[in-house]
């Protein structure tokens, strides 16, 4: 896939709950290697807009693209799009009655035709590079809050996506082990790994994001690179925002 | 107590009077296990249908149709005897002297069963946290993968005491089949004591093997219950 080319296009993406507009006309793209940093106050529409993405919230209006197709097209099978767009959510959800292993090659067994060899082959290669091999027959709650996340990462992993998006991926672990899991992430973006990262990590948005975006009252009120959007603010919403989290 | 052992001779030894009870026991068992087998699939499909709707999975108007008809076959089996349903089955549905009494009690206590069960697997997998759903998803498996692959076999493990208690109330309910004149262990004793006038004997000889079957199945069912309880996963 060539450098800079566009994954998703969202134009006007509306969502309400009944009569609540949570998403108000959201228009941006997000191309090839971008890591986006998606930030904002509590109940903005963050969450759902991430959610939208791989249509876990189906838009009420708008469209989105991905790799040149209408994904909110009713006609279009989304499982097979959502095999290409990873997700890692806050609270992990690795299946409990699965050992480490069998939630990573799950997926590829099933949906790829993988062998199970081939697939476990894969996801041992994933888990030394998290550092957590000998995890590999233990179960998810055999596990700590960080190295469980650090799990979920790495199965999203094994489905070879061309983008990942994680919604808060930090906020349900303890201090101490923020650190690992955003190591993990560092790493993937340095790879190349296309990333929309919903977070309250505004180290991490600064040092690893290639774009920030502030969402506000459901709507993207400013993006920039992160240099210009820590330094320079120019929303005045933004700058109050940022008053009470820096 | 020579009392007794005559009485004991009368009841079971005299004419092979014991042979009521046991074929009686055999037809209980038979009963029991096709009917819970036709219990445990119907209450499936009905689950799946009915949570497939109630979390909004997907909004086909043949769906929309089959819930409803679930609704209905859970109100009117849960809303009447099953003794009811047992004698309608015979006597209007088949009405036919031919058909195998066997066949219309498994019939009619599995669908009987299949309601209870169905609302058994509908709270387990309403209870499994809708996180697992989204991860499914999230991977590209479709709403009935994610069900087969990932909820199922939480929801089956959750409710599998709860499944298990609902056979055990199957078997007794099963004690109504002499109504149909299909000999289990209950018509086998009545049997017995209509020969005999000898009610006490053969009646709590019946009501011992009852016992007896239900404290081991109660008591497999608690076994399973502390080693779900120490996997702990
Ligand atoms: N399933 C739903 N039904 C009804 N309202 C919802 C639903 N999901 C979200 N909302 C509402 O939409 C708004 C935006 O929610 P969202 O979860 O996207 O916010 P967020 O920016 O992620 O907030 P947070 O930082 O607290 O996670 C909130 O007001 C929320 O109450
Ligand atoms: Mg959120």
Redesign the pocket.
């Known amino acids: 896939m060539a450098d800079n080319q566009i994954l998703f296009e969202i134009k006007d993406l509306c969502k309400s ?2 009569d ?1 507009l ?1 998403l108000d006309h959201i228009s941006t793209t997000i191309k090839q290697g971008e890591v986006v940093v998606i930030v ?12 939208s993405l791989n249509l876990l ?1 189906e838009p009420t209006g708008g469209s989105i693209t991905f790799e040149g197709l209408n994904i909110t097209d009713p006609k279009c099978n989304i499982n097979k799009y959502r095999q290409k767009i990873g997700m890692v959510f806050q609270h992990f959800n690795l299946f409990p009655h699965k050992t480490i292993l069998q939630n990573m090659t799950l997926a590829p067994i099933k949906l790829l035709n993988k062998s199970k060899e081939e697939a476990e082959r894969q996801a041992m290669e994933l888990l030394r590079r998290v550092g957590l091999e000998e995890k590999a027959n233990a179960y998810p709650s055999q596990l700590s809050g960080g190295q469980k996340q650090r799990i979920a990462i790495v199965r999203s992993l094994c489905m070879d996506p061309d983008v990942i998006l994680f ?2 991926p930090t906020s349900a672990l303890d201090p101490e082990m923020v650190g690992e899991v955003l190591n993990v992430m560092k790493d993937l973006a340095k790879q190349g790994m296309t990333m929309a990262v ?1 977070t309250h990590e505004m180290g991490f948005a600064k040092e690893v994001g290639t774009r920030v975006m502030f ?1 506000d009252e ?1 709507q993207i009120k400013e993006e920039n690179s992160p240099k210009e959007f820590f330094e320079n603010p120019k929303n005045p919403r933004l700058r109050e925002f940022l008053s009470k989290v820096l | 107590m020579d009392n007794f052992i005559a009485k004991f001779q009368l009841n079971f030894i005299d004419d092979s009077r014991w042979r009521y009870i046991a074929d009686g026991l055999g037809t209980t068992f038979t009963v029991t296990f096709f009917a819970a087998i036709l219990g445990v699939i119907l209450g499936f499909l009905v689950a799946l249908v009915r949570s497939t709707v109630d979390k909004g999975g997907s909004k086909s108007i043949v769906l929309k149709i089959l819930d409803t008809i679930c609704k209905v076959y859970l109100t009117v089996i849960r809303g009447t005897p099953a003794m009811i349903q047992l004698l309608i089955m015979y006597y209007v549905i088949f009405s036919s002297p031919d058909i195998s009494k066997q066949f219309v009690a498994i019939l009619s206590f599995g669908i009987n069963s299949g309601a209870y069960v169905a609302e058994i697997f509908r709270s387990g997998i309403m209870s499994i946290d809708n996180g697992q759903f989204e991860a499914g998803r999230s991977l590209g498996f479709s709403y009935s993968q994610t069900m087969i692959h990932i909820i199922a076999p939480q929801a089956f493990k959750n409710v599998l005491p709860a499944l298990a208690n609902e056979f055990i109330t199957l078997l007794k309910e099963t004690s109504i089949c002499g109504y149909i004149a299909l000999t289990d262990i209950t018509h086998g004793a009545n049997t017995i004591r209509s020969q005999t006038y000898e009610p006490l004997l053969p009646l709590l000889a019946a009501a011992l093997i009852y016992l007896v079957i239900v404290t081991v199945l109660s008591g497999l069912v608690g076994k399973l219950e502390r080693k779900l309880r120490t996997d702990g996963r």
């Open positions: 709950f009944g609540h949570v904002g106050p509590s109940g903005s529409g963050k969450s759902t807009f991430l959610r919230e919604d808060e919903v969402i459901g």
